[in-house]
């Protein structure tokens, strides 16, 4: 009864510290606007959702079903961003200290993180929830709200996703190298891995005309529980409309498609062994909970995780017994006899630099250095077209963590008092900051640049050039707007998806998704791109983000 | 060289001031700003160090003036913030060599100084350390180092002794006292004996408002004839501390020796005794928030 009472008290203390700040806003109106974008009212020739160009009538059941898919597909992700923070937060406030103080034990510590990460997810899942009942009066084609239509998906679908969320956000945590940006980058990448598992799955268990796939296959469990929906609108709809030849569309909600067709769907007929399969996530979560509870340090500052927090304390023991012998202490030989001058305005300003690059490279090991020394050689071995397309990509992925310290190191290292206070905060040490990752994103990328030189791919240099100015700024932009690097990766990771990785993956056969997404090809590394003009974008872009990098700053330290 | 603040008023949200019309005029040497936890002296330093703007009131250095010409007055500016951080991956040349470019400063010349520093702050020998391993106290004196890197005319430290052991905080005083000669030194604290032995002057800061500016002999002066010493029993004392302000206690085998403030001999059996600076900050904020001395 006392450790019930222990937990509960963690999960609302974590859960008010957490819905009492803005951002939680921000995702709340995130999936109001997904919400409202993926429902378009009947008339304009859009659509999202669909089945063979057809759409359920805006009743509870599809209405339900549309914001519980968009939850688990669309809001997943930024909410994990959003929880990973709850050790963290206690061990950068001091809490962890005293709490590890207690009687607490480590399992109920994790698994309060967990239920209060799992109650804020679904708290912000159920606002949405809501706020879709309001769109389903808006739209009024069917009047008559079914709690169930809106219960059961939540209950079924969104929960259990968001109890695996939770639990992830709290393992990554506990495992000290998955706590910061490399962290980040991998949940990335296993989200997109389920995303696939789930769009490879349903080739197989969404029934078609020609037979491919089945409803008589049973379902694989995977993470969304968005299948199960799929899997019910697809055999509804192989009854109920005429040429409809199987698979299912997320659909772009900014196309175009003229009279839209709606049958009618009521909802997901759930059955014990689909109960199950979304319970077993549950478990899933349960079981992780348990594993990030075995690696949680219960906030020691000595165990060493890794190998360079085994060096940070090796030399904290050393300072610690050099500190231990008297030290020869003068009273009278306190005096300071050489001033530091200034220099010229240019030669301060590149000296800043210089101190910044170095900065922003201390602490990378060696292989960090290997990789961008070998992705530096293998474009300039490739032929310039390869280069550009397969070896671009991953030169402007391999140094996002440094970049996206930009902007908010001060912050995160509490320096900002001391580099705030020195003169030209604004055009001096942010511009400097800037050019640093500029120049780091030019070196990374010299291979590239000097292969299409020697092509004389001119227009495909100017955009490598642009795309290194765009990454900085924009890591500048989101740094010191948001206090973090989390915003940044996040962001970043998404437009480099979409965006070049897609071009490269299309051109090589394989793409990620139907569209080609143009728009954010910000490297350049298609000639479709840069005939639509996306280098002068990206270059109205980057001054944007200097300008908006420029108020973040003045914000920062109010100067 | 002077420097003028005048008026300056700093308002949070509605209602909550955390300076309210604080005038002082500055010439060189140090300053000792003292007053309780909360009382306004970190908002008055973020506010001199150009960290903060003023809601109102006006501030000049030497003629330029604060709020219009920031840059200017950073470039004549160290200051020790009182809880700041470090780059863990960095060591204390590099940190300092790092600030040193930040503030504008000529490398080649900026390292003699480094090399200096950190002979005067007792860092040398871990000079090739990473911060991430240093304790709380050598980060502070890492604090104190980088303030001084440009040879600051205005240097502002904000509780600088925290953290720092007893022979740190006697050498850090004297640095200090070393320093002011041509220089404005602000000393924020709320632990009077660390102003006691070098400020040239003290200010009193109680709820934002400026309660005292003088010499600390003018500040002795006021609760000379004032300060009284006794043993009393044990039980005695939380009667005592009802009645009088008491400014310090001390136990011994017969019972505990209190020392108060009043303006006539609390027993029979107290003496009078020279004041110290402490019974005379007591004896002003006690004053200034209800007081209770008789």
Known sequence: ?559 | MELIIDSVSKQYGTGIWGLRDFSLSLQPGILGLVGPNGAGKSTLMRILATITKPTSGKIIFNGIDLLQDPNRVRELLGYVPQDFGIYPNLNAVEFLEYLAAVKGLDGRSASQRIDELLQVVNLDNVRKHLLGGYSGGMKQRIGIAQALLNDPHLLIVDEPTAGLDPEERIRFRNLLSDLSGDRIVILSTHIVSDVEASATRIAIIREGRLLVDAMPEELLQEVEGRVWEWIVPSEDLPSIKQQYAISGTVRHRDGVEVRVISASSPDGSARLTPPRLEDAYLHLVAENGKDRTP
């Open chain 1, 1 to 559: 009864m006392k450790g019930l009472r222990v937990l509960y008290h963690i999960v609302r203390a974590d859960f008010y510290e957490r819905f009492r700040r803005y951002n939680v806003l921000i995702i709340i109106g995130l999936a109001i606007f997904l919400t409202i974008l993926y429902l378009p009212p009947q008339g304009v020739g859009r659509l999202s959702f669909n089945v063979g160009g057809y759409r359920g009538i805006y009743n509870s059941a599809w209405v339900g079903a549309t914001v519980t898919v968009l939850i688990v597909i669309f809001i997943s992700l930024p909410g994990f961003y959003l929880v990973k923070n709850a050790i963290s937060r206690d061990e950068r406030t001091g809490v962890g200290q005293i709490i590890a103080s207690t009687s607490l034990s480590k399992f109920q510590y994790i698994f309060g993180k967990v239920i209060s990460n799992w109650a804020f997810l679904g708290a912000t899942a159920g606002v949405a929830m809501f706020a879709a009942m309001g769109i389903q009066l808006i739209r009024g084609e069917a009047l008559k709200i079914s709690v169930l239509g809106y219960l059961l998906p939540y209950l079924l679908v969104t929960l259990p996703m968001m109890a695996l969320v939770a639990a992830v956000a709290v393992l990554f945590e506990s495992i000290r190298w998955l706590r910061g940006g490399f962290g980040n980058v991998v949940f990335f990448i296993l989200f997109l891995v389920s995303y696939w598992m789930m769009a490879a799955l349903s080739v197989a268990a969404l029934p078609t005309t020609t037979g491919a796939g089945s409803p008589s296959i049973p379902l694989i469990p995977e993470p969304t529980g968005a299948l199960e929906i799929f899997r019910s609108i697809s055999v509804a709809g192989m009854e109920l409309i005429p040429d409809y030849q199987g698979g299912l569309d997320l659909g772009n909600p900014f196309q175009v498609y003229g009279p839209i067709n709606t049958f009618v769907w009521n909802g997901v007929a759930w059955t014990v062994p689909s109960i199950l399969r979304r319970l077993l996530w549950v478990g899933i979560a349960v079981g992780i909970a348990s594993l990030a509870a075995t690696f949680f340090d219960r906030f020691d500052p000595s165990t060493p995780a890794i190998r360079v927090r085994r060096k940070k304390a090796r030399s904290r023991f050393e300072l610690g017994s050099q500190l231990a012998r008297p030290s020869p202490v003068t009273l009278t030989n306190i005096a300071l006899s050489t001033t530091a001058s200034r220099g010229s305005r240019m030669s301060i300003f590149l000296h800043l630099v210089g101190s910044e690059v170095r900065l922003m490279l201390k602490g990378q090991r060696w292989w960090w250095y290997l990789v961008a020394l070998g992705l530096i050689l293998v474009a300039l071995i490739l032929p310039a077209a390869e280069s550009r397309q397969i070896v671009l990509p991953f030169v402007f992925i391999w140094p996002l963590l440094i970049w996206s310290q930009l902007g908010n190191r001060e912050i995160q290292n509490r320096t900002d008092q001391l580099v705030f206070s020195a003169p030209f905060p604004l055009r001096r040490q942010l511009m400097a900051s800037w050019t640093a990752g500029f120049v780091l994103a030019l070196v990374a990328s010299s291979g590239v640049i000097v292969r299409l030189i020697l092509a004389s791919g001119w227009n495909a240099v100017v955009s490598v050039v642009v795309a290194a100015a765009f990454i900085p700024a924009a890591a500048l932009a989101l740094g010191t707007w948001s206090g973090g690097s989390k915003l940044f990766e996040v962001v970043y990771l998404f437009l480099w998806t979409l965006g070049p990785m897609n071009q490269m993956v299309t051109a090589l056969g394989f793409p990620l998704v139907a569209d080609q997404f143009l728009a954010l090809d910000y490297v350049g590394s298609s000639d479709a791109a840069i005939s639509a003009g996306m280098p002068l974008y990206y270059a109205v872009f980057t001054i944007l983000l200097l300008v908006l990098a420029l108020i973040g700053r003045k914000r920062q330290p109010r100067v």
